[in-house]
């Protein structure tokens, strides 16, 4: 009982830190079709700057965090007005978004290299502590990354379902061109969903950054786990992919218990390639018929 607690635990809260990291990922799939490099870059940027606010700045944990999240916001928009909006409606916007994001990506990651050094970094705002459930530890900062997590979830899941905003999101990612033709600002929307992605994903720099330490490589894995997550809940699809985080984070978390931990990560890529050979669409997608 106590082993199943402890993978239960653990599960749920590597499912939280990549859940948010998905999440975001997946919104700028949803509307644009493509896939952000820089996803990585964003979150270290986001430990990173948390680590500013709250040890360099003196700032108070929620003020700091707050910060970073408009911080994270701010620098999706900007990579957006600078970059993407310039490649839309242009032949192959897709590969040179994809090409445009890991060179940014790379920028970040050189730029965060020469500020703070190559070294990790302890962040300052990890909460110390814990309780025992039985005979398993649980670290106060488990449950407050599990429960933030929830929290952000809900609330995006709020905005997309009865906001103007939301519903523009979804609307553009159905078929770009109707919902123009039907009104809808699309390039004010795209900004939109990119604030929405980079303020999720400085949010899970946060929380990463209090689980491990910070250091300019530190995105490199979510974003791989990320990418995997996405694809196995079907890309685009915000809900399953947020549903699919948590499935794989008690899967990892069962096969770092049973196998080690260097097999966690192959085991994620095995589970992958058979959920492709499955449903080539992910378990939460669905396949799209065209009327010709």
């Not at 493509?34 to 003020?63: C, E, I």
């Not at 915000?238 to 049973?258: C, H, I, K, P, R």
Request: net charge positive; aromatic share 8%; charged share 10%.
């Amino acid at each position: 009982m106590d082993t199943t607690t402890q993978i239960i635990i653990s599960g749920l809260t590597l499912g939280a830190m990549y859940a948010i990291s998905t999440v975001s990922l997946s919104l700028i799939w949803g509307a644009l079709n493509v896939l952000n490099m820089a996803q990585g870059a964003l979150l270290t940027l986001g430990g990173y700057a948390a680590y500013t606010a709250s040890a360099a700045l003196g700032l108070n944990a929620p003020l700091a965090i707050l910060l970073t999240v408009a911080a994270g916001g701010l620098f999706g928009v900007a990579m957006y007005a600078l970059v993407v909006r310039h490649m839309l409606d242009r032949e192959g916007f897709e590969v040179n978004v994809i090409i445009a994001t890991i060179g940014i990506g790379m920028v970040l990651e050189a730029g965060l290299q020469k500020l703070y050094g190559a070294y990790p970094i302890r962040q300052p705002l990890t909460v110390e502590g814990g309780f025992f459930l039985g005979n398993v530890y649980v670290p106060y900062n488990s449950v407050i990354i599990v429960l933030t997590s929830a929290a952000l979830m809900l609330v995006l899941a709020a905005v997309l379902a009865r906001t103007r905003m939301g519903r523009a999101i979804r609307a553009i990612s159905q078929n770009r061109d109707a919902a123009r033709l039907m009104g809808v600002p699309v390039e004010l929307v795209y900004a939109q969903v990119f604030a929405l992605a980079g303020g999720l994903s400085a949010a899970s720099g946060i929380m990463l950054s209090t689980i491990t330490t910070l250091a300019p490589t530190m995105g490199y894995d979510p974003m791989l786990k990320a990418f995997i997550i996405c694809v196995v809940a079907g890309l685009g699809n915000v809900m399953g992919a947020l549903y699919a985080a948590f499935l794989l984070g008690l899967f990892e978390s069962t096969v770092q218990f049973a196998l080690g931990v260097r097999f966690a990560f192959i085991s994620m890529l095995v589970l992958v390639i058979a959920v492709l050979i499955w449903r080539p669409y992910g378990l939460f997608g669905r396949t799209r018929v065209t009327k010709l």
